[in-house]
Structure formats: structure tokens, C-alpha cells
């Protein structure tokens, strides 16, 4: 089978396109680089439309709609009732850490109804077990595929075997990380070649319109374009030519053994006329 890498751009397939909507939050995580608490910035609905305007350009199957934390955004139910009337087939996901779903009716109904997945962080950090108790079985009652993801440095033992207890319970699936997103002691990475992790996988958009290719990666200088650029399509699927800033300390670093991935498409031969 052809790796999606050595594909044409024209025939490959990005796994999950996320954009940011906001930088608010309602906890301060102390590991999260993401979100700036009461004092971010939410991505206004004119802008978060031309987004899903850029999107049409690429092939993707499924939107992640994150922050932050999304559901603070004053904007939330109409952003996500727009996103899934723009993309009726794809696979509609929220990453959340589930307060507001726990105490807001109005947002849990409009998640309901517009999301396939919920994807919730859940550990001492975000501090919302009793919240996460409380979801759960709604969620799951209502056949939306709910993945609960704790971070390893972050969790007591005992609270992770209750979050696991739980899932099994209502059929959610627990997943534990560690934070690698951040420099947090670990050794630097020996890179040799780019990482391969993430070709075709991940867009991610920030509230101003910056694209990284990697969920890890995001540090100003790690950005490589925007959703603005005239070829934007063209640069999702153009060849990695340099590490990100995060590589060094990610936990996730694949060596590709490639100084360039993905590897340019070989050229098609085309039948002598
Ligand atoms: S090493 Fe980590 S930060 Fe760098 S591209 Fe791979 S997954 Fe992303």
C-alpha cells in the first residue's frame, strides 16, 4: 500500500482539521500553553465563518472544535451549529474539560446535538471529576463517543482507577498522556530526521489564523502559514523542510530518517500518444 505521504497532494486526505476559537478558560492548568484563563481572546464569528470558508479547499475528516476551552466562547452553540450544517458528513468533535457542559443546559443541548465526539481532559489539573461524573452518562445515553484523557503527572493513582472504573461503566474510552507539549525536564530529543508523526494528520488553527501541522507544536515560530495565504490548501500537504521549536522536547518524536517529509510525490509517467 502507498504511505498517504508518498501520495499526490490532489489524493491525500488530512486527518483532523481544529481550530482554536478561543484562548479563555475556566481553569489554569499549570502544564497547559494553550489558554490565557479569563484574559484570551475569542475568535469572532465573521472570522470563524471565512475559516470554514478556507477549510472547503481541503480534504479532511474531522473537525475538532477546541480552545482554550470552547464553551466559554459567548458564541458557542451558533459556531458549532455552523460548522456542522458547513460539514454534514465529517465526524464533529469537542475537546473540552466539561464544566460548562456540567452546569449549562443550553451548551450541553447544543453539544448533543452537534457533536460526535467529546473529548475531555481530566485529572487533578483541570480539577473536574464531580463534573465529568456528571456528563458521562448523557453523553454516552445519547450515543455520542466520549473520550475521557488523563495527564500521568497529574493524576493520584486512586483517581485514575475511579476514571477508569467510570468509563468502563458507561462505555467511555480513558486515555492517559503525558504532557508533552511542554519542556518539562525531559532530555532534548537526539533528532536526526524530521518527524513523521503528524503527515496528514493534524491542521490546527489559532484564533488569528496561524496553522500548525502538529498538535504538539505551537509556539509562534512554529507556525508555517496561515489560513489566509492564497495557497493554503497547497501548504497543508507541502513537504516539512525543518524541525519545530517543540521537536527537541517532544515526547512523541518520530525520526522519519528524511531530511524533507513528507517525500516529494514521484513523478507520475504518463502513456507515450
Ligand atoms: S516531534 Fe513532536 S512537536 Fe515535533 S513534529 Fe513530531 S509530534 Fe510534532
Same mark, same amino acid.
Not at 458549532?80 to 458528513?89: E, I, T
Not at 507539549?181 to 537526539?190: F, R
Given at each position: ?28 492548568? %499549570? ?124 493524576? *493520584? ?17 480513558? +486515555? ?22 503528524? +503527515? ?9 489564523? %496561524? ?18 495565504? %492564497? ?34 510525490? *514521484?513523478?507520475?509517467?504518463? *502513456?507515450?500518444?
Amino acid at each position: 500500500m502507498t504511505p498517504s505521504s508518498l501520495l499526490p497532494a490532489a489524493q491525500r486526505t488530512l486527518k483532523t482539521a481544529k481550530i482554536k476559537i478561543t484562548t479563555k478558560c475556566n481553569r489554569h492548568c %499549570d502544564f497547559c500553553i494553550f489558554a490565557e484563563g479569563g484574559q484570551g481572546e475569542n475568535m469572532p464569528l465573521s472570522t470563524f465563518t471565512q475559516v470554514l470558508d478556507r477549510l472547503e479547499q481541503i480534504p479532511f475528516r474531522q473537525l475538532h472544535i477546541n480552545g482554550g476551552e470552547p464553551t466559554v466562547h459567548r458564541d458557542f452553540s451558533q459556531l458549532s451549529s455552523l460548522a456542522h450544517d458547513r460539514f454534514p458528513n465529517l465526524t464533529m468533535v469537542l475537546g473540552t474539560n466539561a464544566i460548562t457542559l456540567a452546569r449549562n443546559d443550553r451548551i450541553l443541548e447544543s453539544t448533543l446535538a452537534h457533536y460526535d465526539q467529546v473529548l475531555i481532559g481530566c485529572d487533578e489539573e483541570h480539577d473536574n471529576y464531580d463534573e465529568v461524573r456528571a456528563v458521562i452518562p448523557v453523553l454516552r445515553e445519547a450515543g455520542t463517543t466520549v473520550v475521557i484523557n488523563s495527564v500521568l503527572e497529574a493524576i *493520584a493513582p486512586d483517581r485514575l482507577a475511579d476514571l477508569a472504573a467510570l468509563c468502563d461503566e458507561h462505555g467511555a474510552i480513558h +486515555v492517559t498522556n503525558h504532557v508533552h507539549h511542554i519542556d518539562v525536564g525531559q532530555p532534548a530529543n537526539d533528532l536526526g530526521g524530521l518527524c513523521d508523526r503528524n +503527515v496528514d494528520q493534524h491542521l490546527m488553527i489559532e484564533v488569528d489564523g %496561524d496553522c500548525y501541522r502538529c498538535f504538539n507544536a505551537m509556539a509562534k515560530n512554529d507556525s508555517e502559514f496561515t489560513v489566509w495565504d %492564497d495557497d493554503f490548501a497547497a501548504k497543508v500537504f507541502a513537504p516539512r523542510r525543518k524541525h519545530y521549536d517543540f521537536c527537541l522536547k517532544c515526547h512523541e518524536y518520530q525520526d522519519s530518517g528524511l531530511q524533507i517529509v513528507p517525500a516529494p510525490a *514521484a513523478p507520475t509517467r504518463t *502513456a507515450a500518444v
